[in-house]
């Protein structure tokens, strides 16, 4: 029995051989392609040890390995998906060999191409809006020394009735701009919102969405932020274009990597 798994990064079309040529993948080991039926496996080597599935599990509890491992992945999805259209698959999807991922795309050629339909000549783009804090002068005259007990929980009453208001009418606006951008989109997908602490942000997240967009229609999407650019209750942060995780990864799942 071989020591190495082959680990599947994504599924693609019409790669050349030589454009994983020098590229690195999990442990450094050579990226290399599977192709078949006219879909292209990008793939390399893992340590059967560490793919295994008792292995596995004990591994996606080591936050550093699993880190490691997401860098790599990524690393592979990324470089290549600058000039190819790329489905990429879910972390950690493994096979006993090449022969076996040859069977898989035999098996899901249809399927994969239909994925790759869906995504060709479009990118992710990510829309996180945050609601926007209090005037400086609601926060100069908040930070006053209460004059009294009773002043002190007016003041509180206030500060939460304002602190109300202002969310919901940022969540409003947020509702604003997410439809706007979804007429513009193929699809949409909602992420959970995050905290502070995740998301670096003083000011609370009140949308976080994904959106599957024609390449043609960029111009229109950066339109629709920039009008949003001065509203005095949210700040809408635009990233990408990426690869298209949020809308590859699922609609691949049915490939059913394994480990041994």
């Known amino acids: 029995m071989s020591d190495t798994l082959t680990y599947v990064y994504a599924v693609a079309r019409e ?85 076996r991922v040859r069977a898989v795309l035999d098996e899901s050629a249809e399927t994969f191409s239909a994925v790759l339909d869906r995504l060709a000549g479009r990118a992710e783009w990510g829309l996180k809006v945050y609601a926007r804090k ?16 009773a002043d002190y929980l007016r003041r509180r009453r206030k500060a939460l009735r304002e602190g109300d208001t202002t969310l919901e009418d940022a969540r409003r606006a947020a509702d604003e701009v997410d439809a706007a951008v979804s007429a513009l989109a193929a699809a949409v997908k909602s992420h959970r919102l995050q905290d502070a602490q995740l998301s670096g942000q003083t000011d609370p997240m009140v949308l976080n969405q994904a959106y599957l967009l024609p390449v043609e229609r960029v111009d229109e999407l950066r339109a629709v932020v920039a009008s949003y650019q001065d509203h005095p209750k949210v700040r809408v942060e635009l990233t990408g274009p990426w690869v298209p995780y949020s809308f590859a990864a699922a609609a691949t799942s049915s490939s059913g990597g394994s480990a041994p």
Do not use: C, I, M, N
Request: net charge negative.
């Open 134 to 149: 209090g005037s400086p002068a609601a926060a100069e005259a908040e930070a006053e020394k209460p004059k009294s007990g």
């Open 15 to 99: 790669v050349d051989p030589a454009a994983v040529a020098g590229l690195e993948g999990l442990g450094g080991r050579p990226v290399r392609t599977v192709e078949h039926r006219g879909v292209t496996a990008v793939v390399s080597d893992a340590d059967r040890a560490e793919f295994q599935e008792r292995a596995l599990e004990e591994r996606l509890e080591d936050l550093e390995w699993l880190a490691a491992t997401a860098r790599a992945h990524h690393h592979v999805v990324d470089t290549l998906g600058r000039d190819h259209l790329v489905a990429p698959l879910g972390l950690a999807t493994v096979y006993f060999d090449d022969e």
